[in-house]
């Protein structure tokens, strides 16, 4: 069973930063068979796109409200992808997912990823 989960949340002042984690795992499931990405969601919203990188780390996509505040990474070897977020403003709040994608790049939607984890939870006081 494909598991992951995600950890590095937090209350955080404004301007403030944080480095999330999303650990990987399953009897043989491997991250670098799979572009990854995270997705944030807020009390009322939707689901959206926060930034993605494909299957080696060779390319990276970000929502514009994150570009040059948010840098998404991945370590194959470790089966774990991470999302270091700087500069964090109080509508960065939310619960942060990771994401798997086998087939489809670049991520754009939730509905292109197949595993999902569980979330952890970023708030940002102003």
């Known amino acids: 069973q494909v598991q992951l989960v995600e950890s590095g949340g937090g209350l955080v002042q404004a301007g403030g930063s944080l480095r999330l984690s999303c650990a990987a795992s399953g009897r043989t499931f491997s991250i670098s068979n799979y572009a990854m990405a995270w997705f944030r969601q807020a009390p009322g919203k939707e689901r959206e796109f926060v930034a993605a990188?494909?299957?080696?780390?060779?390319?990276?996509s970000y929502t514009d409200s994150v570009k040059g505040r948010f840098t998404i990474s991945r370590d194959n070897a470790k089966n774990t992808i991470y999302l270091q977020v700087n500069n964090l403003k109080p509508e960065d709040t939310a619960v942060y997912y990771c994401a798997a994608d086998r087939l489809a790049w670049p991520i754009t939607k939730a509905t292109m990823c197949d595993y999902w984890g569980q979330g952890t939870q970023v708030t940002v006081s102003s």
């Open positions: 990188i494909s299957w080696r780390g060779s390319s990276t």
